[in-house]
């Protein structure tokens, strides 16, 4: 197969929900009466497996207008790019949750066709169109907010103001917590942005940078954790 180029934007692909319980270090127990949001989901089989356990978990992303077959389409095409271009880098990983490509593979297939029934059904719903710089959510209105593979790892893509401007409006949109993962871009590097952040932060938010159980990208085993003082 002739090898395609990498991808310009983002990248749109099936994330877990077990690797967001990891990515985040979420207490699935304690998160049953609080409304969750995930922003830029992507293709995340999280809201779907969330939502029929009977917890309150909303996605949003900017391409959520897009037909169920287009998302299919692209989830697949993305994720194929993805495994051809690891093909060659392997050793820049951690293969501990993942077996080898082939897990990787299935397991990121899996979740992609998972979110792709699941938004069919719930699309409006539960998966809303959205930019992450002009979130259309009331003040508070989730008690947890999650962020996953888009700050922090594009930073040579999404400029300073996007990054300053997303987190202003996680926070806003949060009555108590904002979660980020991961903070390091490629070859273990944490962003210039990570720290540029917390620096920036109102006295009203905590922050901290947390050591989860969960490593795919070299030095990836960390989240930003920010938490609204009362």
């Not at 959520?64 to 271009?85: A, M, N, T, W």
């Not at 401007?165 to 990570?194: C, D, H, N, W």
Request: glycine share 4%.
């Amino acid at each position: 197969m002739k090898f395609k180029p990498p991808i310009k934007g983002p990248i749109f692909i099936g994330r877990s929900w077990q690797e967001y319980i990891k990515m985040f270090d979420l207490d699935i127990p304690n998160l049953k009466k609080k409304k969750i949001l995930d922003c830029a989901a992507g293709a995340s089989s999280f809201t779907c497996y969330m939502n029929k356990k009977g917890y309150d978990v909303t996605a949003c992303d900017l391409l959520y207008y897009q037909s169920p077959s287009f998302l299919q389409e692209k989830c697949q095409e993305h994720l194929q790019i993805l495994i051809d271009s690891l093909r060659h880098i392997q050793n820049n990983f951690e293969w501990n949750f993942f077996k080898d490509l082939n897990d990787l593979h299935e397991h990121r297939k899996k979740s992609c066709q998972q979110f792709g029934r699941d938004y069919a059904e719930n699309k409006g719903k539960n998966y809303i169109k959205a930019d992450l710089n002009h979130l259309p959510f009331p003040d508070n209105a989730f008690d947890l907010v999650l962020c996953a593979h888009l700050l922090f790892i594009y930073d040579h893509r999404l400029s300073w103001e996007f990054h300053q401007r997303a987190v202003e409006e996680m926070i806003r949109v949060s009555s108590s917590e904002v979660r980020i993962y991961p903070l390091v871009k490629t070859k273990g590097q944490k962003s210039v942005f990570v720290d540029k952040i917390i620096q920036q932060l109102d006295n009203n938010i905590t922050a901290q940078i947390v050591e989860v159980d969960y490593q795919f990208r070299k030095g990836g085993h960390e989240m930003l954790l920010l938490t609204k003082n009362d």
